[in-house]
Structure formats: structure tokens, C-alpha cells
């Protein structure tokens, strides 16, 4: 399993709710979370062997900045 984290723009949980679909559409990712409590908003996914760019690219199309950060 990897651990990817990212920083985001998602700032509330009904941000995290219309994104919801679209991280759970995806069968590479076991499991996510959202802090929205930290500065970065930061964005924990567990997967099995997706890439970053798919989750950038995900968020983006949503609406929302999305830049992985190093583990």
C-alpha cells in the first residue's frame, strides 16, 4: 500500500462531500481522509499503485488546487 498526501484548496466538508464520488470512484484507493484543521488542508490516501497526477487531476476538474507533498 501507498501513502500519498497532498495539499488542497478543500476548506469545508461540504467540499469534501462533492469530491467524495469521484475518490471513491476510483478502486486504486483503499481509504482517504481530509485535515481540514491544518493549514494545507491536507489530503491522506492510502492506494495501491495509483499515481499522484490521477488524484491532482481529479480535484482539479473538480474545481480545487491540488499539489502533492513529499512523505
Given at each position: ?5 497532498f495539499?488542497?484548496?478543500?476548506a ?17 484507493i ?19 499503485g ?22
Amino acid at each position: 500500500m501507498d501513502v500519498l498526501i497532498f495539499k488542497t484548496s478543500v476548506a469545508s466538508p461540504q467540499e469534501v462531500s462533492r469530491i467524495h464520488p469521484l475518490l471513491t470512484s476510483l478502486a486504486e484507493i483503499r481509504q482517504y481522509n481530509f485535515d481540514l484543521e491544518d493549514c494545507d488542508n491536507i489530503l491522506r490516501v492510502v492506494s495501491s499503485g495509483i499515481e499522484p497526477q490521477i488524484i491532482n487531476h481529479m480535484l482539479q476538474i473538480a474545481g480545487f488546487t491540488c499539489e502533492e507533498l513529499p512523505y
